[in-house]
Structures are given as C-alpha cells and as structure tokens.
C-alpha cells in the first residue's frame, strides 16, 4: 500500500483539469468534483487524467519547503533567522535538528506523486482501448517516469506495484506494500516508458508548456547519469533494499555515460522549439517567463485567482501547495532598513517598502545563502553575470510608492547622514571584502545592523559580514506581475510567476559530466561547458545597478575555463547555474559529494550586527543520502512492526 486515505483511489483529484486540444493551446483546467477509475475507459476522462499530472507539478516545484529539502543542509543553504524545525531539521548542525522518518520536507516527494503514478498507470493501461493516440499517452509514460526518477533518487527503491501488479493501474487500496530494488525502479519503470515517449511524443509541444520529445530526452540521459553514478558507487554510499550493484540487462556504468552523453547531443543537435537565451539575466527575468529554455514547469496565471489555485490581489498569501511561495524562504526582513527624514536629528522611517516587484516580495527569512558560496561559489562578480542575475544585492528606497504620506516625502538621509532619493541605494551588498564596514553594535541606525564607508550614502555589508538574519536575497524566482500600476502592488499572495523544472541548459551539464565519467563524442565536456560560460559572461542589463550594461565578457569567462574538466568544476557551474531552483541536494548525492562538500559552512549569527562568521559543522552520515520512508506510510501499513522496520531505510 502506497500512503493513500483507503477512501481515495489513487486516480481521483478533488478539482481535476481538462487540456484543450488545440495546437499550443494553454491548459483548460475544467473543475470536477470527482473522478473515479469509470473515467479511465473514456477519452475525456483520460485526457482529464493527462493534465493533472501536469498540475501534479504544483505540489512540489514552487513550494518552498520543496527548496529547503533540496537546498538547506548543502554548501548552498543553512536556515535562517525565522526557520522553524523544518529547515534546522534538515540542516542537521548538531544542537539544532536532524533528520527522522517525522521530517516534513523529506516526506514531499513521497506524498505528492504516487497518486499521479497510479493516474499514469490508469492512461497507459486503459488509453489504447479508449481510441487514444500514443503521442498522448506518451505524455502519461513521461510523468510515470518522472515522478519514479525523483522517488528513487529520494528514497532508493521503492514500490512499483501499487495494489494491483507491477505499474498496473490500482483502484482497490492495500493496506501492505512491497519495495523493489534501485535497478528494478530503473529497467522496469524509468527507462522503457522514457524510450517509448522519445520515440512518441512530439518534437512541438501539442499544448503550451506541453511535454516533447526533447523533454523526455532530458530525463532520459539525467537517469542515464544517475544509473551509471550508481552502479559505480565510488564512495559505497549503502544502497537500499539492499541490491548488487549489477545492472539486469548486463551494462556497466560506462555503458549508461555514453548513453547520457549521446542522448543529451542529440537534443543539443536537434533543438525543436527550444533554445538558449541570449543573457543569464533573461532567463529569468520575469516578464520573459516561460521563454525558449523553459522546458517543464509548474504554471500559474495572474488572470485568475481559481487556475491559479491561490489569492492573485490580497493582503495575505498562502504560503501552501499548489503555490509557488519558494522565493520567500530566501527572502530577509529589508522593511527594517532604516533612513531618517531629517538631516539634523535621526527619524527613522522605512525607506524599502514590502512591494510585488522581483527584486523583493514576501520576507519569511527561512534560509540563508552561506558565506562560501558567495565568495567562492560566486568569486567572479565582474565578468560572469550569473551573481547579479540570481541575487538582489542592492535594496533601492521605494518610499515614494507607500501610500500613506510618506510618498510625499522626496528626500531622506541615510548613511553618513547623506541625502538619497527615490529608486537611490539604501542598503548595497559589496562585491568583495577588499573594503571593511564601519559596523555599529546591534540595528543601529540602519535598523539592520549595517555598516557605512566614507562618502558613501549607502549602507553596506561585505561578504564576510553576511548572517542568517542579513544576506542577498533572492532575485531569480522573485514576484513579478503586471498589476501593480504606480504602488507597491500585491507582495503577500502567492507568485503568478512559473516555476522551472527543466531547462535548456541542463542538457548541456548531462552531456559534460558524461563526458567526464568518460564518454566519448564529438564535443568535449570544455566546449559543453563553455556553450553555458561563454552565455554567463554576456550581459544586456545590470541588474543591481538597475542600469543598461552591453557587455560581452564571453572571451574572459572561456579563456578562465580550466583544461581539464572534474566533477568538482561541473558541480560548481551548476551551483552558479541553477541557484535557488532546488537542484543542489540531488546533485550533491548523485556525485557523492555531499559530505564532502557540506559538512561545514561559514554564516555570522542570527541577530542585527552580528558579522562575525562562524564555522558551524553537520553530521552528514553515508545513510543519509537516502532520504527516510515518511511515518505516515508506515503508520498506514497493517503489516507487523518487523516488516516496517524492514520497510524503512536503514538509520532511521
């Protein structure tokens, strides 16, 4: 038995959805009150069935506790100043928490997809006789796999029969449940329905945001990746159920590389509708959403508050799936900045108003960025654009746009008592430590602990003064919308934004790291690397000093790539790459470098004025990189206390 209420068939949502059927038609979500197995022998009913596996994406991918599961605990992420047990839990620094089979964030992925494999299971078992084309129920083979790839590099094998045989359609909840192997959830399940839809799907999307053929090709090589990661085993990381490392069909790792390598060139070499963007900074700029490089995603609207599936202008937000709330979590408190409205005697006023625009929204203060991955991870601020085009690192005074006097106000005094405008720098994250603050104890005057340099109207902060209350916030998947006239807009609901699961650019990080597991090919793992590289050092706008910047530094950033590629390289280009997004935790235990790269970090403390970083140490054991079967499975399951206890991962 899979972790179902005995009353809910796996194939049934409470507000199901409808695709339209028209070439590159958004999604018609239609509203249902129930939907039962009957549906499964109709063409609608399956076509209903096919768009909630895209809405199924909602449950994960935008939820911020969905990045403090993937991000916190790494060399990413530690909590922050308001985090609760769930992100202390799985930072696991010794004194604040750990992780158990009762951690919330761990338990995600296994209670949000299982119902959409079985609803897949329902589309591909039942598609054909109800006149459905296979193009459609590739669509379904795309999702199972999906959602198998993400279980199994979460929890190791897990099970594929749901009640009713091996990926067969459940509509009959057990209350017992098998787990297979790593290599069964692989050559069973992952691999034959991604090679079906590769050969099936289209190379256009048949809706917007629709899978493709390319999209499944990037799952494809990604699983491809992890297997042969996986057979190989160099640091012994356990495996569980327990099962040699001994691929069923015969393969060695160096087999499935090539595979990765291949699949992923051919997507590069035949592209369909996707493309790189032009600059870093537009692909994730908010008024370009959904571009050329966005392959999947979990979509909102901003049209209406019911398809988006949570308030669009309120005064409050739900900070819940199907929301996309990730970017709060690494947003900081900058509405205690402080400026003075006189020169002569200091009051304070708050010069950065809480408003809806991408560099700001919604503080909740649950994680920080640690120190190394600023300064190191980010070393280079000039020539590569991805720092200024992932991080707000200067708050710009907004009061102008507060509606209740203080708009009237056209100058305030800041830093070293100098005069700032509208849109002017209050507080400004330096670059480098080349500089030292004139810190003061506590806020102070800035009202979050802030420092000043001479001549300067600014407040600043260096690198190595960034703590778990202070720090850059996010500026990638920030809030953006059209409604927000001349005001602060709507900043408390949830984002109408989309958020990304698959991009473009992955393909080429695949092909690379294949490359250097030892796949061979036309394009080395340097000119794979450099295609992102050469992007990085293209820039068309600073976006921290809110200014146009043509700039092509593509030479500099090619010519500073070493010439030899590692796997430490890869992983620190996918850091500078895909910040904030979620892919950390994942690629961390896919290379085995988890505890390797985590197992300390640097951060000042959680209080104003604070700036003195501290080496904090985690206890990240070779267990761990098998998150804990949730207690609620298990809680579910009528079997006897030994067989859950074999049921669980070992070291929980």
Not at 115 to 123: E, K, R, V, Y
Not at 232 to 253: C, F, K, L, S, V
Not at 376 to 403: H, I, L, M, P, Q
Not at 409 to 436: E, H, K, M, R
């Amino acid at each position: 038995m899979i972790n179902f209420n005995k009353k809910f068939i796996a194939a049934l949502f409470l507000a199901s959805l409808t695709f339209s059927t028209g070439c590159n038609e958004i999604l018609d979500e239609q509203p249902r009150g129930i939907y039962t197995p009957e549906d499964f022998t109709t063409e609608r009913g399956i076509s209903q069935g096919v768009t909630s596996l895209y809405r199924q994406l909602r449950m994960l991918y935008g939820n911020g506790y969905w990045l403090n599961a993937n991000m916190t605990g790494t060399d990413e992420a530690t909590w922050g100043q308001s985090a609760d047990g769930n992100f202390k839990d799985l930072d696991m620094t010794g004194g604040t928490g750990s992780i158990n089979s009762n951690t919330f964030p761990t338990s995600m992925v296994w209670g949000a997809v299982f119902p959409s494999i079985n609803t897949a299971n329902g589309i591909i078992q039942n598609g054909s006789g109800a006149g459905i084309a296979e193009s459609l129920i590739s669509e379904a083979r795309f999702f199972r796999s999906y959602y198998y790839f993400l279980l199994v590099q979460t929890y190791g094998g897990v099970p594929l029969d749901l009640g009713s045989g091996e990926l067969a359609f459940n509509i009959d909840p057990k209350t017992t449940s098998e787990r297979n192997t790593v290599p069964d959830v692989y050559t069973k399940a992952i691999f034959p329905d991604l090679l079906k839809a590769v050969d099936n799907l289209p190379s256009s999307p048949r809706v917007t945001g629709g899978v493709t053929k390319n999209v499944a090709r990037l799952s494809l090589a990604k699983a491809y990746l992890t297997y042969g990661w996986w057979l190989q085993n160099p640091n012994n990381i356990p495996t569980y159920p327990e099962a040699a490392r001994i691929d069923p069909a015969g393969h060695n790792p160096q087999w499935y590389f090539q595979q990765a390598y291949d699949v992923a060139l051919a997507a590069i070499n035949n592209p369909g509708p996707y493309a790189l963007q032009a600059t870093y900074y537009d692909v994730n700029l908010g008024s370009n959403d959904r571009n050329k490089e966005c392959m999947l995603y979990a979509d909102h609207t901003e049209t209406s508050a019911y398809f988006n599936e949570g308030v669009i202008q309120a005064s409050y937000g739900d900070g819940w799936s199907p929301n996309n709330f990730a970017s709060w979590m690494l947003t900081w408190n900058y509405t205690n900045l402080k400026s003075s409205r006189s020169n002569t005697t200091w009051t304070a006023v708050s010069s950065v108003q809480r408003a809806a625009f991408q560099p700001l929204g919604r503080p909740w203060v649950r994680m920080a960025p640690t120190i190394g991955l600023i300064k190191n991870t980010f070393a280079d601020k000039t020539n590569d654009s991805r720092y200024d085009g992932t991080f707000t690192t200067v708050y710009r005074g907004n009061w102008n746009k507060e509606g209740t006097g203080l708009n009237t106000v056209g100058t305030l005094y800041n830093a070293n008592n100098l005069p700032i405008q509208p849109n002017d720098p209050v507080l400004t994250f330096l670059d480098d430590d080349s500089q030292l603050p004139n810190y003061t104890s506590g806020a102070g005057q800035s009202g979050v602990g802030a420092g000043t340099l001479q001549g300067r109207s600014d407040w600043v902060i260096s690198p190595n003064g960034i703590s778990r209350i202070v720090y850059p916030g996010i500026w990638k998947t920030g809030p953006y919308r059209t409604d927000n006239g001349n005001g602060l807009g709507y900043p408390n609901p949830s984002h109408t934004r989309p958020f990304y699961a698959a991009k473009f650019s992955e393909l080429y990080f695949v092909a690379a790291e294949a490359a250097v597991k030892g796949a061979t090919g036309t394009v080395s793992a340097r000119d794979l690397i450099n295609v992102i590289r050469a992007r990085a050092g293209k820039w068309r706008w600073n976006n921290n000093g809110n200014v146009e910047k043509i700039q092509d530094n593509s030479a500099a950033m090619v010519a500073a790539t070493p010439s030899i590629i590692t796997i430490d390289y890869i992983l620190a280009e996918r850091s500078r790459e895909y910040f904030g997004e979620g892919y950390r935790w994942y690629d961390l235990v896919r290379t085995q470098k988890w505890g390797e790269y985590s197992a300390s970090y640097q951060i000042a403390g959680a209080n104003y004025g604070d700036h003195t970083p501290q080496t904090v140490t985690r206890n990240i054991q070779a267990y761990h990189y098998l998150r804990p079967i949730p207690q609620g499975q298990l809680d579910n399951m009528e079997v006897s206390a030994e067989i859950k206890a074999k049921y669980q991962n070992p070291g929980y």
